[in-house]
């Protein structure tokens, strides 16, 4: 299919009606004759037709996700070369991409952050060794309630590090350490606990709608980035504990 072919048809977005049969207003694909439309730019939760609130009914979305997988297949028989083939390609490809986005907590929150205009911190292991290597200081700021474990367990790698410099073994400290490293691993996970429950202050204003205050909206959006943030900073934690420990 060539770029002028696609040029020559309406711009997607303006498509209101089936382009082959004409029947009502298609969004993903024609329930009157089942033909794939032309994708029209929306995000995920619209994609899904979902409001934008956080509390999402995974089985029912899993559902929605493999009949859509099926009528927008682009291996569909009559599909082959054609115009609906590209189309069903571009939209198997978002339906994909906004599956996998709103089925994962973590990621669906991150998401709504990101329409909302917020970037959480890269703090992912690339992002980390990049700036170690640069001899950039990562700067990350330690949840106040780590603090002090965070502290005592920085000493305690230290003088693991030392000791298997040196050849020594110490069964005890490396036991400690991996107590510490289970602690935290239990809190990470507390911190999706945490994270839902702070889901509810968001979807109530979402209920509102426009009467719902902005204060409100970034109080709710703010508790979600620190959350998030303090899951980050436990995963890097983690992490570090178990190089440190296999080195
Ligand atoms: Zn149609």
Redesign the pocket.
């Known amino acids: 299919m060539s770029f002028t072919e696609i040029k020559a048809k309406p711009a997607p977005e303006e498509t209101q009606s089936?382009w082959?049969?004409g029947?009502m207003r298609?969004a993903r694909f024609?329930e009157?004759?089942g033909?794939v439309q032309p994708p029209a730019p929306v995000d995920y939760f619209s994609f899904f037709g979902l409001p934008r609130k956080l509390k999402v009914n995974v089985p029912a979305l899993e559902k929605d996700f493999y009949e859509l997988s099926r009528k927008l297949h682009p291996d569909l028989n009559a599909r082959a070369g054609t115009q609906e083939q590209e189309w069903s390609l571009q939209q198997s490809s978002l339906l994909n991409d906004a599956y996998r986005t709103l089925k994962d907590p973590i990621k669906r929150t991150q998401y709504l952050l990101k329409l909302e205009g917020i970037e959480l911190e890269e703090q992912s292991k690339s992002a980390t060794e990049k700036a170690r290597a640069s001899g950039e200081t990562k700067k990350q700021i330690v949840p106040p309630d780590l603090l002090e474990e965070v502290f005592e367990l920085n000493m305690q790698l230290e003088e693991l590090r030392m000791q298997k410099k040196m050849g020594e073994d110490d069964p005890a400290l490396i036991e400690e350490i991996g107590r510490q490293k289970l602690e935290l691993e239990e809190k990470h996970d507390a911190l999706l606990q945490e994270l839902e429950s702070d889901w509810k202050a968001w979807d109530t204003l979402m209920e509102k709608g426009p009467s719902g205050s902005e204060v409100e909206r970034k109080q709710a959006l703010a508790k979600m980035v620190d959350v998030l943030n303090r899951r980050n900073y436990i995963r890097n934690l983690v992490r570090d504990v178990s190089e440190a420990l296999e080195n």
């Open positions: 089936c082959s049969c029947s298609a024609c009157a004759c033909k």
